[in-house]
């Protein structure tokens, strides 16, 4: 029998075969027995479904609108968007909606990620849908229903491209060459629009009839060599891209080398005025020092990023933001930049973090690499090791937090340590400012791994250790 599916830290993720055997309709009648228990949808209502490219997603799509005409309810299917612009799509309509996408995952992996009329659902959402779920029993989803399916994905993406109308200088980008790598991602013609809009000119490159898993915060290695080699091939000032739902944005330098995606996230906060900044325990240790503005720290997950939020803004702070290391950034109240409101939207966007990189392009005149390397922030890498056997990982995980004597084993000769952090997965703090933290995926069995280092190549090295030492715990069945 195939693993279940199940929650993760975003959203339901299981195996592609169980999805469409049953699993997708049995969460989304559980979703919508949540809503109606709470009296956030009521009887004749509509839901807003939405989904990536990966080749499963139209037919999980669905599986899903059946379900929800099985319970009374109206779909309204919007097609091929990115997840941001089904939530303000639907949140604009006071609605509840489904996004079927595995984000960065494999195809054979997918998932669905759940929005109440006021935003993504959080953690006890999550705990009572489960409940529910344990009610009810599993059921499969029975013969196809022949209730009525409106049609929407025009007026989605219309929503969203006015969302930034006029937030983007016209000229933001004159005279820049940016290369836009298309893959597989929902966000990829939206992406050439708004280069074009800004003054630049858009260099479209690899557009991909296969889905290509595109993980934000692990580049595999023969990507990221081909977007340097593009960089110099194309002579481009800046590369772009999403991974597939266009939730997590995807940002190389002229010299071809990623900004990381909580660096995205700071020069987000700066330009908005943040004043109050709500992000992960895996991102940056230093923006602290790069903002004025208090920050929150959390688990990984945007459920909690958008909890931190809501106590941010229930404290009165003003222009409530938050952003994960994979550079998926949300607004938890309205913002107002330069006369433009953007909304809050309490979920993750790739969109936003990208214009800002262009504006402080556009402010100082500067490439790339300077606007990150004047943000200070200590050298950061990161990376997985997929197919982890998930209980080795959770043994390890007791053992690093719990046993003293075996971390410092297992941390042998990377430093000695001078504090550890648990909020989520196990953070060490060690001499020279070093740090490596482990953390299981909440979504797929893979293990991380996150470091900083005062430079680089001690970065790059502290990396590459961390990652030996994880695959020698668990040797068997791992890949990478």
């Not at 491209?161 to 298309?182: D, H, K, M, Q, T």
């Not at 020279?432 to 970065?459: L, T």
Request: with cysteine.
């Amino acid at each position: 029998m195939s693993e279940a599916v199940k929650f993760g830290t975003s959203g339901v993720r299981g195996l592609v075969d169980r999805l469409l055997s049953g699993d997708a309709g049995i969460y989304s009648r559980a979703f919508i027995e949540h809503l109606q228990r709470s009296g956030l949808v009521g009887e004749g209502g509509s839901i807003a479904v939405g989904e990536d490219l990966r080749p499963s997603s139209a037919a999980i799509g669905e599986a899903v609108c059946e379900a929800i005409i099985q319970v009374g309810l109206m779909p309204v299917r919007c097609g091929v968007v990115p997840t941001p612009a089904l939530a303000c799509f639907a949140m604009g309509r006071g609605m509840a909606a489904i996004m079927v996408t595995g984000s960065h995952i494999p195809a054979d992996r997918n998932g669905l990620k759940f929005y109440r009329p006021d935003g993504e659902i959080d953690k006890q959402d999550e705990a009572a849908i489960v409940q529910i779920l344990a009610e009810q029993g599993s059921h499969a989803v029975g013969a196809r229903s022949t209730g009525e399916v409106a049609a929407a994905e025009a007026d989605a993406l219309a929503l969203y491209r006015a969302r930034y109308r006029g937030f983007l200088p016209n000229a933001a980008l004159s005279g820049r060459r940016v290369g836009i790598w298309e893959q597989s991602s929902v966000a990829r013609s939206l992406l050439a629009e708004i280069v074009t809009s800004s003054g630049g000119q858009p260099v479209l490159l690899g557009r991909s009839a296969q889905f290509v898993p595109v993980d934000t915060e692990a580049l595999g290695a023969t990507d990221a060599a081909r977007l340097a080699a593009w960089i110099v091939s194309e002579q481009l000032d800046l590369m772009i891209s999403t991974d597939a739902d266009a939730d997590r944005p995807l940002v190389i330098d002229e010299k071809g080398r990623q900004v990381r995606g909580d660096a995205l996230g700071l020069i987000a906060a700066k330009i908005l005025n943040a004043g109050s900044v709500v992000t992960p325990v895996t991102s940056s240790s230093g923006i602290e020092a790069g903002l004025s503005a208090p920050v929150l720290r959390t688990r990984v997950g945007s459920p909690f990023v958008i909890a931190g939020m809501a106590e941010a803004v229930s404290a009165g702070h003003r222009n409530v933001v938050g952003f994960e290391a994979n550079g998926g950034f949300l607004t938890g109240s309205d913002i107002t930049y330069s006369g433009h409101v953007l909304p809050a939207l309490p979920t993750r966007d790739a969109l936003l973090p990208i214009l800002c990189m262009f504006i402080a392009m556009g402010q100082t005149g500067a490439p790339a690499s300077e606007v990150v390397s004047g943000l200070g922030l200590p050298k950061a890498l990161s990376d997985r090791l997929q197919d982890y056997p998930v209980p080795k990982g959770q043994a390890l995980m007791r053992q690093l937090a719990d046993d003293a004597a075996f971390s410092e084993h297992f941390l042998d000769g990377l430093g000695s340590i001078e504090g550890r952090d648990t909020t989520d997965g196990v953070k060490f703090f060690l001499e020279d400012g070093k740090i490596v933290h482990f953390r299981p995926s909440g979504n797929a069995p893979e293990m991380r791994c996150y470091v900083e280092a005062p430079n680089r190549d001690a970065a790059e090295a502290l990396l590459t250790e961390g990652l030996r030492r994880l695959k020698a715990f668990a040797p068997v069945g791992v890949e990478h």
